[in-house]
Protein backbone atom coordinates (compact mmCIF):
# COMPACT_ATOMS: atom_id res chain seq x y z
CA UNK A 1 0.00 0.00 0.00
CA UNK A 2 1.26 3.09 -0.77
CA UNK A 3 -0.36 5.02 2.09
CA UNK A 4 2.30 6.07 4.72
CA UNK A 5 2.22 8.67 8.00
CA UNK A 6 4.46 11.25 7.70
CA UNK A 7 5.82 13.52 10.29
CA UNK A 8 5.10 16.96 11.05
CA UNK A 9 4.49 19.89 13.70
CA UNK A 10 1.92 22.67 14.61
CA UNK A 11 1.17 26.17 12.89
CA UNK A 12 -0.03 28.58 15.17
CA UNK A 13 -1.99 30.39 13.29
CA UNK A 14 -5.11 27.67 11.30
CA UNK A 15 -7.90 28.82 13.57
CA UNK A 16 -10.36 29.11 11.32
CA UNK A 17 -12.04 32.68 10.59
CA UNK A 18 -16.10 33.55 9.30
CA UNK A 19 -15.71 31.33 6.79
CA UNK A 20 -12.91 28.74 7.21
CA UNK A 21 -8.99 28.95 7.08
CA UNK A 22 -8.17 32.19 4.40
CA UNK A 23 -4.59 33.20 3.71
CA UNK A 24 -2.22 34.15 1.56
CA UNK A 25 -1.22 31.34 -1.19
CA UNK A 26 2.59 31.65 -0.13
CA UNK A 27 1.65 30.56 3.52
CA UNK A 28 -0.56 27.40 2.20
CA UNK A 29 2.35 26.28 0.39
CA UNK A 30 4.66 25.98 2.93
CA UNK A 31 5.25 22.10 3.65
CA UNK A 32 2.98 20.33 5.39
CA UNK A 33 0.92 23.54 5.91
CA UNK A 34 -2.53 21.95 3.99
CA UNK A 35 -2.22 18.77 5.13
CA UNK A 36 -2.18 19.75 8.70
CA UNK A 37 -5.17 21.46 8.34
CA UNK A 38 -7.12 18.91 6.47
CA UNK A 39 -5.68 15.86 8.67
CA UNK A 40 -7.16 18.06 11.71
CA UNK A 41 -10.96 18.18 9.74
CA UNK A 42 -10.41 14.30 8.61
CA UNK A 43 -9.69 13.70 12.58
CA UNK A 44 -12.67 15.49 13.73
CA UNK A 45 -15.23 14.12 11.26
CA UNK A 46 -17.43 11.61 12.85
CA UNK A 47 -18.21 8.32 11.00
CA UNK A 48 -15.49 8.92 7.71
CA UNK A 49 -14.61 4.91 7.79
CA UNK A 50 -16.18 4.05 3.92
CA UNK A 51 -18.12 7.77 3.91
CA UNK A 52 -18.67 9.56 0.60
CA UNK A 53 -16.65 12.97 0.74
CA UNK A 54 -17.04 15.94 -1.74
CA UNK A 55 -14.31 18.11 -2.98
CA UNK A 56 -13.88 20.70 -5.08
CA UNK A 57 -12.83 24.29 -5.68
CA UNK A 58 -13.19 27.64 -7.13
CA UNK A 59 -10.58 27.64 -9.69
CA UNK A 60 -8.09 29.41 -8.44
CA UNK A 61 -4.19 29.43 -7.72
CA UNK A 62 -3.03 26.04 -6.07
CA UNK A 63 -6.52 24.59 -6.42
CA UNK A 64 -5.76 21.78 -8.63
CA UNK A 65 -2.77 21.10 -6.16
CA UNK A 66 -4.31 21.08 -3.19
CA UNK A 67 -7.73 19.00 -4.71
CA UNK A 68 -4.79 16.27 -5.23
CA UNK A 69 -3.39 16.33 -1.80
CA UNK A 70 -6.81 15.83 -0.72
CA UNK A 71 -7.97 13.09 -2.40
CA UNK A 72 -4.88 11.39 -1.32
CA UNK A 73 -5.42 11.96 1.99
CA UNK A 74 -8.90 10.87 1.87
CA UNK A 75 -7.78 7.43 0.18
CA UNK A 76 -5.31 7.08 3.53
CA UNK A 77 -7.84 8.44 5.85
CA UNK A 78 -10.13 5.15 5.14
CA UNK A 79 -13.04 7.60 3.14
CA UNK A 80 -14.72 5.15 0.78
CA UNK A 81 -15.72 7.14 -1.90
CA UNK A 82 -14.69 10.94 -3.32
CA UNK A 83 -17.22 13.07 -5.65
CA UNK A 84 -15.20 15.47 -7.51
CA UNK A 85 -15.83 18.08 -9.55
CA UNK A 86 -13.82 17.97 -13.22
CA UNK A 87 -11.05 20.03 -13.43
CA UNK A 88 -11.03 20.34 -9.57
CA UNK A 89 -13.98 22.71 -9.82
CA UNK A 90 -17.39 22.96 -7.89
CA UNK A 91 -19.25 26.66 -6.49
CA UNK A 92 -19.76 26.50 -3.23
CA UNK A 93 -23.44 26.30 -3.60
CA UNK A 94 -23.10 23.11 -5.84
CA UNK A 95 -21.05 21.36 -2.98
CA UNK A 96 -24.00 21.78 -0.36
CA UNK A 97 -26.06 20.32 -3.07
CA UNK A 98 -23.92 17.17 -4.14
CA UNK A 99 -23.40 16.58 -0.01
CA UNK A 100 -26.95 16.72 0.33
CA UNK A 101 -28.41 14.42 -2.88
CA UNK A 102 -25.53 12.13 -2.24
CA UNK A 103 -26.04 11.53 1.80
CA UNK A 104 -22.09 12.41 1.97
CA UNK A 105 -20.45 13.08 5.48
CA UNK A 106 -18.98 16.05 4.21
CA UNK A 107 -17.30 18.19 1.69
CA UNK A 108 -13.57 20.15 1.52
CA UNK A 109 -14.06 23.54 -0.18
CA UNK A 110 -11.19 25.09 -1.66
CA UNK A 111 -11.52 28.73 -1.67
CA UNK A 112 -11.34 31.81 -0.38
CA UNK A 113 -14.24 33.01 -1.58
CA UNK A 114 -14.40 36.99 -2.99
CA UNK A 115 -10.82 37.39 -2.54
CA UNK A 116 -8.32 38.19 -5.16
CA UNK A 117 -6.21 34.84 -6.07
CA UNK A 118 -3.38 34.28 -8.11
CA UNK A 119 0.52 33.42 -6.43
CA UNK A 120 0.56 36.06 -4.10
CA UNK A 121 -3.38 36.32 -3.28
CA UNK A 122 -5.65 34.42 -1.25
CA UNK A 123 -6.49 31.26 -0.67
CA UNK A 124 -8.35 28.83 1.88
CA UNK A 125 -10.12 25.79 2.87
CA UNK A 126 -13.12 25.10 4.71
CA UNK A 127 -15.61 22.03 5.52
CA UNK A 128 -19.24 21.58 4.74
CA UNK A 129 -20.44 19.51 7.08
CA UNK A 130 -23.38 16.28 6.28
CA UNK A 131 -26.25 19.00 5.99
CA UNK A 132 -24.50 20.47 3.46
CA UNK A 133 -23.52 24.16 5.10
CA UNK A 134 -20.35 25.23 6.67
CA UNK A 135 -19.19 23.58 9.69
CA UNK A 136 -20.57 25.05 13.24
CA UNK A 137 -18.07 26.79 15.60
CA UNK A 138 -17.91 23.57 17.20
CA UNK A 139 -16.49 21.47 14.77
CA UNK A 140 -14.04 24.52 13.38
CA UNK A 141 -12.84 24.90 17.29
CA UNK A 142 -12.27 21.63 17.46
CA UNK A 143 -10.12 21.45 13.94
CA UNK A 144 -8.06 24.16 15.31
CA UNK A 145 -7.44 22.73 18.41
CA UNK A 146 -6.49 19.69 16.86
CA UNK A 147 -4.10 21.47 14.24
CA UNK A 148 -2.39 22.49 17.70
CA UNK A 149 -1.53 19.16 18.98
CA UNK A 150 -0.50 17.71 15.59
CA UNK A 151 2.33 15.60 14.82
CA UNK A 152 1.86 13.31 11.77
CA UNK A 153 -0.88 13.17 9.11
CA UNK A 154 -1.82 10.45 6.54
CA UNK A 155 -1.63 10.59 2.92
CA UNK A 156 -0.95 8.38 -0.22
CA UNK A 157 2.33 8.24 -2.65
CA UNK A 158 -0.28 7.16 -5.61
CA UNK A 159 -0.02 9.52 -8.57
CA UNK A 160 -2.39 12.12 -9.39
CA UNK A 161 -5.61 11.80 -10.80
CA UNK A 162 -7.09 12.89 -13.90
CA UNK A 163 -9.50 15.06 -13.12
CA UNK A 164 -9.92 16.43 -16.46
CA UNK A 165 -12.02 12.82 -17.30
CA UNK A 166 -15.50 12.70 -16.17
CA UNK A 167 -16.13 9.14 -14.93
CA UNK A 168 -15.02 7.02 -12.30
CA UNK A 169 -11.61 5.44 -11.20
CA UNK A 170 -10.01 5.19 -7.63
CA UNK A 171 -6.81 6.10 -5.25
CA UNK A 172 -5.30 2.65 -2.92
CA UNK A 173 -9.04 1.16 -3.11
CA UNK A 174 -11.15 4.53 -2.58
CA UNK A 175 -13.75 5.60 -5.52
CA UNK A 176 -12.96 8.66 -7.14
CA UNK A 177 -16.00 9.95 -8.99
CA UNK A 178 -15.07 13.01 -11.27
CA UNK A 179 -18.63 15.11 -11.28
CA UNK A 180 -19.67 17.26 -14.17
CA UNK A 181 -19.81 20.23 -12.10
CA UNK A 182 -23.44 22.13 -13.12
CA UNK A 183 -25.59 18.73 -13.88
CA UNK A 184 -26.79 17.95 -10.24
CA UNK A 185 -26.95 21.69 -9.37
CA UNK A 186 -28.85 22.91 -12.71
CA UNK A 187 -31.30 20.12 -12.11
CA UNK A 188 -32.07 21.40 -8.17
CA UNK A 189 -32.61 25.07 -10.10
CA UNK A 190 -35.19 23.64 -12.58
CA UNK A 191 -37.55 22.51 -9.44
CA UNK A 192 -37.06 25.77 -7.65
CA UNK A 193 -38.11 28.37 -10.63
CA UNK A 194 -40.45 28.26 -13.31
CA UNK A 195 -37.50 27.85 -16.47
CA UNK A 196 -40.56 28.18 -19.18
CA UNK A 197 -41.71 31.35 -17.84
CA UNK A 198 -37.80 32.55 -17.71
CA UNK A 199 -37.23 31.48 -21.34
CA UNK A 200 -40.62 33.44 -22.51
CA UNK A 201 -39.32 36.30 -20.50
CA UNK A 202 -35.96 35.92 -23.02
CA UNK A 203 -37.87 35.04 -26.11
CA UNK A 204 -39.96 38.28 -25.52
CA UNK A 205 -36.92 40.50 -26.12
CA UNK A 206 -35.65 40.66 -22.30
CA UNK A 207 -31.68 41.43 -21.77
CA UNK A 208 -29.42 41.07 -19.06
CA UNK A 209 -25.68 40.64 -18.21
CA UNK A 210 -24.34 38.25 -16.16
CA UNK A 211 -20.67 38.88 -15.14
CA UNK A 212 -19.14 36.24 -13.83
CA UNK A 213 -15.57 38.27 -12.80
CA UNK A 214 -13.24 35.34 -14.41
CA UNK A 215 -14.42 32.93 -11.29
CA UNK A 216 -16.28 29.38 -10.89
CA UNK A 217 -19.77 30.75 -11.65
CA UNK A 218 -19.03 31.30 -15.37
CA UNK A 219 -19.74 27.57 -16.35
CA UNK A 220 -22.93 27.62 -14.78
CA UNK A 221 -24.70 30.96 -15.76
CA UNK A 222 -23.54 29.94 -19.22
CA UNK A 223 -25.26 26.25 -18.97
CA UNK A 224 -28.32 27.59 -17.20
CA UNK A 225 -29.16 31.50 -18.68
CA UNK A 226 -27.90 30.93 -22.14
CA UNK A 227 -28.27 26.92 -23.04
CA UNK A 228 -31.53 26.24 -20.97
CA UNK A 229 -32.48 29.23 -20.51
CA UNK A 230 -32.05 30.82 -24.13
CA UNK A 231 -30.48 34.16 -23.32
CA UNK A 232 -28.62 34.91 -25.79
CA UNK A 233 -24.96 34.15 -26.16
CA UNK A 234 -22.64 36.69 -24.93
CA UNK A 235 -25.28 37.36 -22.07
CA UNK A 236 -22.81 35.58 -19.72
CA UNK A 237 -19.22 37.71 -19.80
CA UNK A 238 -16.04 36.73 -17.88
CA UNK A 239 -17.22 33.35 -18.05
CA UNK A 240 -13.97 31.35 -18.33
CA UNK A 241 -12.96 30.45 -14.32
CA UNK A 242 -9.19 31.72 -14.17
CA UNK A 243 -6.57 30.98 -11.16
CA UNK A 244 -6.03 35.13 -10.93
CA UNK A 245 -9.89 35.66 -11.91
CA UNK A 246 -8.05 37.59 -15.15
CA UNK A 247 -7.07 40.01 -12.63
CA UNK A 248 -10.23 40.83 -11.47
CA UNK A 249 -11.01 41.51 -7.36
CA UNK A 250 -13.95 38.61 -7.31
CA UNK A 251 -16.08 40.52 -4.88
CA UNK A 252 -20.06 41.40 -6.69
CA UNK A 253 -20.12 45.18 -5.01
CA UNK A 254 -20.78 47.90 -7.50
CA UNK A 255 -16.69 48.89 -6.56
CA UNK A 256 -15.44 46.14 -8.17
CA UNK A 257 -18.26 44.69 -10.48
CA UNK A 258 -17.40 48.41 -11.80
CA UNK A 259 -17.55 47.08 -15.41
CA UNK A 260 -20.82 45.99 -15.23
CA UNK A 261 -21.98 48.90 -12.81
CA UNK A 262 -21.00 51.39 -15.49
CA UNK A 263 -22.78 49.16 -18.13
CA UNK A 264 -25.93 49.53 -15.71
CA UNK A 265 -25.35 53.22 -15.92
CA UNK A 266 -25.25 54.37 -19.62
CA UNK A 267 -27.36 54.15 -22.40
CA UNK A 268 -27.49 50.50 -23.53
CA UNK A 269 -27.78 48.84 -20.09
CA UNK A 270 -29.52 45.48 -20.63
CA UNK A 271 -32.81 45.11 -18.39
CA UNK A 272 -31.09 43.51 -15.72
CA UNK A 273 -27.41 43.40 -14.64
CA UNK A 274 -25.83 40.51 -11.77
CA UNK A 275 -22.47 39.21 -10.57
CA UNK A 276 -21.51 36.80 -8.97
CA UNK A 277 -17.99 35.95 -6.90
CA UNK A 278 -15.09 33.85 -6.42
CA UNK A 279 -17.02 30.28 -5.12
CA UNK A 280 -20.53 31.35 -6.44
CA UNK A 281 -22.14 32.06 -3.22
CA UNK A 282 -22.90 35.89 -3.68
CA UNK A 283 -24.67 37.90 -5.68
CA UNK A 284 -25.26 41.41 -6.99
CA UNK A 285 -28.20 42.87 -8.28
CA UNK A 286 -28.63 45.82 -10.60
CA UNK A 287 -31.39 47.18 -12.17
CA UNK A 288 -30.93 50.02 -15.18
CA UNK A 289 -29.16 52.80 -12.78
CA UNK A 290 -30.56 51.43 -9.69
CA UNK A 291 -28.08 49.07 -7.73
CA UNK A 292 -29.89 47.03 -5.05
CA UNK A 293 -28.53 46.60 -2.19
CA UNK A 294 -28.34 43.03 -0.88
CA UNK A 295 -30.85 43.98 2.01
CA UNK A 296 -33.19 45.37 -0.16
CA UNK A 297 -32.78 42.65 -2.72
CA UNK A 298 -33.79 40.07 0.63
CA UNK A 299 -36.74 41.91 1.47
CA UNK A 300 -38.08 41.86 -2.42
CA UNK A 301 -37.28 38.09 -2.61
CA UNK A 302 -38.85 37.73 0.56
CA UNK A 303 -41.97 39.64 -0.72
CA UNK A 304 -42.32 37.87 -3.69
CA UNK A 305 -40.46 34.49 -3.45
CA UNK A 306 -44.36 33.00 -3.63
CA UNK A 307 -44.69 33.36 -7.60
CA UNK A 308 -41.50 30.85 -7.87
CA UNK A 309 -43.03 26.93 -7.87
CA UNK A 310 -40.38 26.11 -5.42
CA UNK A 311 -42.07 28.45 -3.14
CA UNK A 312 -45.23 28.59 -4.07
CA UNK A 313 -46.62 27.39 -0.77
CA UNK A 314 -45.24 30.48 0.99
CA UNK A 315 -42.24 30.96 3.50
CA UNK A 316 -41.71 29.61 6.85
CA UNK A 317 -39.90 32.44 7.76
CA UNK A 318 -37.16 34.93 7.04
CA UNK A 319 -33.40 35.03 8.69
CA UNK A 320 -30.70 37.91 8.04
CA UNK A 321 -27.03 38.39 9.42
CA UNK A 322 -27.67 41.08 12.72
CA UNK A 323 -25.60 44.28 9.95
CA UNK A 324 -28.21 43.35 7.16
CA UNK A 325 -30.71 45.95 7.03
CA UNK A 326 -34.01 44.94 8.83
CA UNK A 327 -35.79 45.48 5.19
CA UNK A 328 -36.56 42.10 5.29
CA UNK A 329 -38.35 42.07 8.49
CA UNK A 330 -40.79 44.73 7.30
CA UNK A 331 -41.89 41.93 5.13
CA UNK A 332 -41.95 39.43 7.40
CA UNK A 333 -44.07 41.61 9.50
CA UNK A 334 -46.44 42.32 6.91
CA UNK A 335 -46.34 38.25 5.88
CA UNK A 336 -47.25 37.04 9.00
CA UNK A 337 -44.11 35.53 9.35
CA UNK A 338 -40.96 35.06 11.99
CA UNK A 339 -37.82 36.82 11.10
CA UNK A 340 -34.57 36.13 12.70
CA UNK A 341 -31.45 37.86 13.64
CA UNK A 342 -28.22 36.23 13.37
CA UNK A 343 -24.06 36.74 13.77
CA UNK A 344 -22.57 37.55 10.39
CA UNK A 345 -21.80 33.82 9.22
CA UNK A 346 -24.02 31.89 7.13
CA UNK A 347 -23.22 29.10 9.35
CA UNK A 348 -25.66 30.04 12.14
CA UNK A 349 -28.65 29.80 9.25
CA UNK A 350 -28.38 26.42 8.86
CA UNK A 351 -30.09 24.99 12.48
CA UNK A 352 -33.15 27.71 11.90
CA UNK A 353 -33.33 25.97 8.32
CA UNK A 354 -32.95 22.29 9.30
CA UNK A 355 -36.02 23.21 12.05
CA UNK A 356 -38.03 24.10 9.44
CA UNK A 357 -38.27 27.95 10.94
CA UNK A 358 -36.92 29.89 8.22
CA UNK A 359 -36.75 29.41 4.20
CA UNK A 360 -35.01 32.38 2.81
CA UNK A 361 -32.14 34.19 4.00
CA UNK A 362 -29.64 36.47 3.84
CA UNK A 363 -26.44 38.90 4.57
CA UNK A 364 -25.92 43.01 3.76
CA UNK A 365 -22.54 40.92 2.05
CA UNK A 366 -24.26 40.06 -0.52
CA UNK A 367 -25.14 36.61 0.40
CA UNK A 368 -28.84 35.06 -0.36
CA UNK A 369 -30.16 31.73 -0.24
CA UNK A 370 -32.68 29.30 0.94
CA UNK A 371 -33.56 25.94 2.25
CA UNK A 372 -32.82 24.09 -0.80
CA UNK A 373 -28.94 24.01 0.54
CA UNK A 374 -27.51 24.97 3.79
CA UNK A 375 -25.47 27.48 2.04
CA UNK A 376 -25.87 30.93 0.11
CA UNK A 377 -26.50 30.88 -3.39
CA UNK A 378 -25.56 33.93 -6.05
CA UNK A 379 -26.72 32.49 -9.36
CA UNK A 380 -30.03 30.78 -7.47
CA UNK A 381 -31.05 34.31 -6.14
CA UNK A 382 -30.71 35.90 -10.07
CA UNK A 383 -32.74 33.11 -11.40
CA UNK A 384 -35.83 34.25 -8.41
CA UNK A 385 -34.86 37.18 -9.50
CA UNK A 386 -35.50 36.15 -13.37
CA UNK A 387 -38.73 34.06 -12.54
CA UNK A 388 -40.13 37.49 -10.56
CA UNK A 389 -39.47 39.75 -13.59
CA UNK A 390 -41.46 37.17 -15.70
CA UNK A 391 -44.16 37.43 -13.81
CA UNK A 392 -44.55 40.67 -12.72
CA UNK A 393 -43.92 41.82 -16.11
CA UNK A 394 -42.38 45.17 -14.58
CA UNK A 395 -38.79 46.74 -14.78
CA UNK A 396 -36.42 45.91 -12.19
CA UNK A 397 -36.08 49.11 -10.50
CA UNK A 398 -39.95 49.52 -11.10
CA UNK A 399 -40.17 46.30 -8.75
CA UNK A 400 -37.63 48.06 -6.11
CA UNK A 401 -38.95 51.53 -5.71
CA UNK A 402 -42.43 50.29 -5.35
CA UNK A 403 -41.37 48.27 -2.34
CA UNK A 404 -40.09 50.82 -1.15
CA UNK A 405 -43.63 52.82 -1.44
CA UNK A 406 -44.95 49.99 0.41
CA UNK A 407 -42.65 49.32 2.93
CA UNK A 408 -40.33 52.67 3.52
CA UNK A 409 -36.64 52.62 2.27
CA UNK A 410 -33.81 51.61 4.04
CA UNK A 411 -31.15 53.47 3.39
CA UNK A 412 -28.24 51.37 3.66
CA UNK A 413 -24.00 51.70 3.11
CA UNK A 414 -20.78 49.75 4.42
CA UNK A 415 -17.23 51.41 5.14
CA UNK A 416 -14.50 49.04 5.13
CA UNK A 417 -11.30 49.96 6.68
CA UNK A 418 -9.19 47.35 5.28
CA UNK A 419 -5.27 45.95 6.38
CA UNK A 420 -5.59 48.11 9.63
CA UNK A 421 -3.04 47.51 12.32
CA UNK A 422 -4.72 44.39 13.99
CA UNK A 423 -3.60 46.06 17.34
CA UNK A 424 -5.16 49.06 16.18
CA UNK A 425 -8.37 47.44 15.39
CA UNK A 426 -8.96 45.97 18.82
CA UNK A 427 -8.09 49.33 20.50
CA UNK A 428 -10.92 50.45 18.55
CA UNK A 429 -13.65 47.96 19.45
CA UNK A 430 -12.44 47.55 23.36
CA UNK A 431 -13.17 51.43 23.55
CA UNK A 432 -16.38 51.25 21.52
CA UNK A 433 -17.11 48.15 23.84
CA UNK A 434 -16.21 50.27 27.40
CA UNK A 435 -17.92 53.01 26.24
CA UNK A 436 -21.18 51.43 25.60
CA UNK A 437 -23.46 52.68 28.64
CA UNK A 438 -22.57 56.11 28.40
CA UNK A 439 -24.25 56.80 25.36
CA UNK A 440 -27.80 56.47 25.65
CA UNK A 441 -29.03 60.08 25.53
CA UNK A 442 -26.00 61.51 24.10
CA UNK A 443 -26.18 63.58 20.61
CA UNK A 444 -24.32 63.47 17.23
CA UNK A 445 -25.47 65.83 15.03
CA UNK A 446 -28.79 65.68 14.56
CA UNK A 447 -29.29 62.21 16.05
CA UNK A 448 -29.67 61.10 19.26
CA UNK A 449 -28.13 57.66 20.86
CA UNK A 450 -31.28 55.87 21.79
CA UNK A 451 -29.62 52.65 23.17
CA UNK A 452 -25.98 50.65 22.47
CA UNK A 453 -25.11 46.98 23.15
CA UNK A 454 -22.78 43.82 22.05
CA UNK A 455 -24.80 41.95 20.03
CA UNK A 456 -24.81 38.00 21.47
CA UNK A 457 -27.09 35.48 19.98
CA UNK A 458 -28.70 32.85 21.57
CA UNK A 459 -29.75 30.08 19.11
CA UNK A 460 -33.15 29.42 19.13
CA UNK A 461 -33.06 25.77 18.00
CA UNK A 462 -29.81 24.62 20.56
CA UNK A 463 -29.76 27.24 23.02
CA UNK A 464 -25.85 27.61 22.41
CA UNK A 465 -24.88 31.31 23.04
CA UNK A 466 -22.56 33.54 20.59
CA UNK A 467 -20.82 36.63 22.49
CA UNK A 468 -19.53 39.44 21.00
CA UNK A 469 -20.82 39.85 17.61
CA UNK A 470 -20.74 43.18 16.76
CA UNK A 471 -21.63 46.76 18.63
CA UNK A 472 -25.01 47.98 17.85
CA UNK A 473 -26.13 51.87 18.25
CA UNK A 474 -29.38 52.81 17.66
CA UNK A 475 -30.58 56.24 16.90
CA UNK A 476 -33.72 57.72 17.82
CA UNK A 477 -34.26 58.65 14.53
CA UNK A 478 -34.69 55.37 13.75
CA UNK A 479 -31.04 55.01 11.80
CA UNK A 480 -28.41 52.23 13.43
CA UNK A 481 -24.83 51.45 12.86
CA UNK A 482 -22.84 48.59 13.65
CA UNK A 483 -19.15 47.80 14.28
CA UNK A 484 -17.55 44.72 13.97
CA UNK A 485 -13.99 43.26 12.40
CA UNK A 486 -14.19 41.06 9.94
CA UNK A 487 -13.22 37.07 9.85
CA UNK A 488 -12.46 36.73 6.62
CA UNK A 489 -9.44 39.12 5.98
CA UNK A 490 -5.65 37.81 5.45
CA UNK A 491 -3.65 40.78 6.18
CA UNK A 492 -4.34 43.28 9.11
CA UNK A 493 -7.59 43.43 10.53
CA UNK A 494 -10.80 44.93 8.35
CA UNK A 495 -13.38 46.85 10.15
CA UNK A 496 -16.75 47.34 8.60
CA UNK A 497 -19.25 49.79 9.52
CA UNK A 498 -22.82 49.14 8.36
CA UNK A 499 -24.97 51.99 8.27
CA UNK A 500 -28.82 52.34 8.03
CA UNK A 501 -31.32 54.89 8.10
CA UNK A 502 -35.16 54.40 7.58
CA UNK A 503 -37.31 56.91 5.63
CA UNK A 504 -40.93 56.27 5.66
CA UNK A 505 -41.83 59.24 3.20
CA UNK A 506 -41.63 57.97 -0.58
CA UNK A 507 -40.86 62.09 -1.40
CA UNK A 508 -37.75 61.02 -0.06
CA UNK A 509 -36.91 58.01 -1.56
CA UNK A 510 -35.57 59.57 -4.56
CA UNK A 511 -32.33 60.96 -2.72
CA UNK A 512 -28.89 59.62 -3.17
CA UNK A 513 -27.78 56.79 -0.10
CA UNK A 514 -25.02 58.59 0.40
CA UNK A 515 -26.36 62.18 0.79
CA UNK A 516 -28.99 60.32 3.02
CA UNK A 517 -26.74 58.66 5.21
CA UNK A 518 -24.64 61.51 6.33
CA UNK A 519 -25.62 62.21 9.70
CA UNK A 520 -25.07 58.45 10.45
CA UNK A 521 -21.47 58.31 8.75
CA UNK A 522 -20.57 61.87 10.94
CA UNK A 523 -22.02 60.08 14.20
CA UNK A 524 -20.47 56.80 13.64
CA UNK A 525 -16.95 58.26 13.01
CA UNK A 526 -17.09 60.41 15.98
CA UNK A 527 -18.40 57.90 18.26
CA UNK A 528 -15.71 55.55 17.38
CA UNK A 529 -12.63 57.55 16.94
CA UNK A 530 -12.14 55.61 13.78
CA UNK A 531 -9.36 59.04 12.46
CA UNK A 532 -7.62 58.34 16.05
CA UNK A 533 -7.53 54.92 16.17
CA UNK A 534 -6.87 53.90 12.77
CA UNK A 535 -5.18 57.13 11.22
CA UNK A 536 -7.41 56.68 8.36
CA UNK A 537 -9.31 59.78 6.78
CA UNK A 538 -11.92 57.99 4.65
CA UNK A 539 -12.40 54.13 4.08
CA UNK A 540 -10.82 51.80 1.46
CA UNK A 541 -13.98 50.27 0.21
CA UNK A 542 -17.51 52.24 0.22
CA UNK A 543 -20.17 49.75 -0.89
C1 LIG B 1 -18.42 34.75 4.44
C2 LIG B 1 -19.55 34.21 5.26
C3 LIG B 1 -20.67 35.22 5.30
C4 LIG B 1 -20.17 36.55 5.80
C5 LIG B 1 -19.01 37.00 4.95
C6 LIG B 1 -18.35 38.27 5.47
O1 LIG B 1 -18.84 34.87 3.12
O2 LIG B 1 -20.04 33.00 4.73
O3 LIG B 1 -21.66 34.70 6.12
O4 LIG B 1 -21.19 37.50 5.76
O5 LIG B 1 -18.03 36.01 4.93
O6 LIG B 1 -17.77 38.02 6.70
P1 LIG B 1 -16.82 39.06 7.39
O7 LIG B 1 -17.65 40.32 7.54
O8 LIG B 1 -16.47 38.43 8.70
O9 LIG B 1 -15.64 39.32 6.49
P2 LIG B 1 -17.91 34.35 1.93
O10 LIG B 1 -18.70 34.68 0.69
O11 LIG B 1 -16.65 35.15 2.07
O12 LIG B 1 -17.73 32.91 2.19
Known amino acids: MPTKSVQTSPFSDQRPGTSGLRKKVPVFQQPHYVENFVQAIFDTVEGRDGATLVVGGDGRYYNKEVVQ ?3 KMAAANGFGRVLVGQNGLLSTPAVSCIIRKYKAVGGVVLSASHNPGGP ?7 FNVSHGG ?63 KISSLFRSGFTMRFDALSAV ?64 DRNMIVAPNLFVTPSDSLAI ?6 LAPGYAGGLAGVARSMPTSRAADRVAAKLGIKAYETPTGWKFFANLMDAGLVTLCGEESAGTGSN ?43 YDYEEIETERADELMTHLRQGLSTLPGKRFGELTVESADDFAYTDPVDGSVTPKQGVRILFKEDARAVFRLSGTGTAGATLRIYMERFEPDPSRHHVERGDALIPVVEAAKEIAGIEGFTGRAAPSVVT
Open 69 to 71: KVL
Open 120 to 126: QGDFGIK
Open 134 to 196: PAPETFTEAVFKRTQGITEYKTSDASDIDLGRIGETAIDGMAVQVLDPVADYAELMETLVDFG
Open 217 to 280: TGPYAKEILERRLGAPAGTVVNAEPMPDFGGHHPDPNPVHAHELMELMQGPDAPDFGAASDGDG
Open 301 to 306: LTAHAH
Open 372 to 414: HIREKDGLWAVLLWLNILAELKKPADQIVREHWAAFGRDFYTR
